[in-house]
């Protein structure tokens, strides 16, 4: 093999530059307020949209309720606050989508191939996911916790409670399955990161179905294991989900 001159190690070390235009400082802030007032306008549209259905957002929690549960507002304004509440989830589980391209389009063309090609699965899937973890929570378990916690000691009172109480509580449920669906989003994070892979993944999958039922413990709020096997079984499928796709794309 010849040496390789000075000169032309020169040419080689110019054509590795980058080339492409760098934008000011001040181009990136002013499209960065661009993207957060999008973020806001769409979030805002979303909440008022989940303000005019919450009633009927409310009465599909309330249907998951034992049949003979009674509701009662025993604070002023305690409905209309619920109705804020719901408007508030509402606005921002439904602006995600909008607010995650918004989001995207600001930082993906700083990225490299390898990075994008984690980044994107990220970023579209994380709202569809915490979407699936509450509808998973709506239908499966809120409705089991809510037959454990007002069915104990049902032979000696009867269930009335502030609709307030009940509106939090279900929502806090759904919120929590909805980010334990964005497991796999995490994992992708690391791996983009250079902190796991998919070898050390299924290297480590003893301790990540005992971390599962750790955590499947410690959020659920009712001590019946029914339901912490249900959340300990959705972080450990999730789990093993999350390698394959690691393994998917790292192809």
């Not at 009674?70 to 909008?98: D, N």
């Amino acid at each position: 093999m010849s040496p390789i001159s000075t000169k032309e190690l020169e040419l080689y070390q110019i054509e590795e530059q980058d080339t492409s235009p760098s934008m000011p400082l001040s181009k990136h802030l002013e499209e960065l307020r661009g993207k957060v007032i999008n973020s806001l306008i769409s979030f805002c549209i979303a909440s008022c949209i989940g303000f005019l259905l919450s009633k009927e957002f409310i009465k599909l929690l309330i249907n998951i309720a034992p049949a003979d549960t009674m509701f009662l507002q025993i604070k002023p304004g305690e409905f209309f606050f619920t109705t804020l509440r719901i408007a508030f989830y509402f606005g921002l589980t439904f602006s995600s989508p909008v607010i995650i391209w918004q989001l995207s389009s600001f930082i993906l063309p700083g990225l490299n191939l390898k990075e994008k090609k984690i980044t994107i699965p990220m970023l579209t899937g994380s709202p569809l996911l915490f979407l699936c973890g509450s509808i998973f929570a709506y239908l499966l378990v809120v409705p089991s916790m809510l037959n454990f916690l007002f069915g104990f000691g049902k032979d000696v009172i009867a269930t009335s409670i502030s609709i307030e109480s009940y509106i939090s509580f279900t929502l806090m449920i759904m919120a929590i399955c909805g980010c334990t669906f964005l497991l796999p989003v995490v994992i992708l994070g690391l791996a983009n990161a250079g902190l796991v892979s998919s070898r050390l993944l299924i290297s480590q999958w003893r301790y990540a179905i005992l971390a599962s039922v750790i955590l499947g413990a410690v959020l659920t709020p009712t001590p019946d294991p029914f339901n912490m096997s249900i959340v300990s079984g959705i972080l450990t499928g999730l789990y093993f989900i999350s390698y394959g796709v690691l393994c998917i794309i790292k192809k």
